[in-house]
Nanobody, 128 residues
């Protein structure tokens, strides 16, 4: 089970930190990721991280502004979002993959159906 939190309303240029807590059988998890979905748009890859936290990946919209991290002893993942823009407004979802190959492929890790479990989403709204 995944629980995402930390969303809210922020002005452009501000920051937010999203959290995702994983419960249950975490030993089978190989990677975690953040996606986002704005109204009327497809779900978009934001960032991913290997379960051990050694490898991180970012979508174009996140590079240079967002930082993904893990906290192993809490089975948690975070997304620090800085310099937020109105176009970052979306529902942010966390997801996990139990496949050893998902994160190894740029195409696979950016594809929502590559992930096995999803959290409920947390709304991020950036005002101009």
């Amino acid at each position: 089970q995944l629980q995402a939190s930390g969303g809210g309303l922020v002005q452009a240029g501000g920051s937010l930190r999203l959290s995702c807590a994983a419960s249950g059988r975490s030993s089978s998890i190989y990677g975690m990721a953040w996606f986002r979905q704005a109204p009327g748009k497809e779900r978009e890859f934001v960032s991913a991280i290997s379960w051990g936290g050694r490898n991180t990946y970012y979508g174009d919209s996140a590079k240079g502004r967002f930082t993904i991290s893990r906290e192993n002893d809490k089975n948690a993942m975070y997304l620090q979002m800085n310099s937020l823009k109105p176009e970052d407004t979306a529902v942010y979802f966390c997801a996990v993959t139990v496949s050893t190959s998902t994160l190894l492929s740029s195409r696979a890790r950016s594809t929502p159906r590559s992930y096995d479990y999803w959290g409920q989403g947390t709304q991020v709204t950036v005002s101009s």
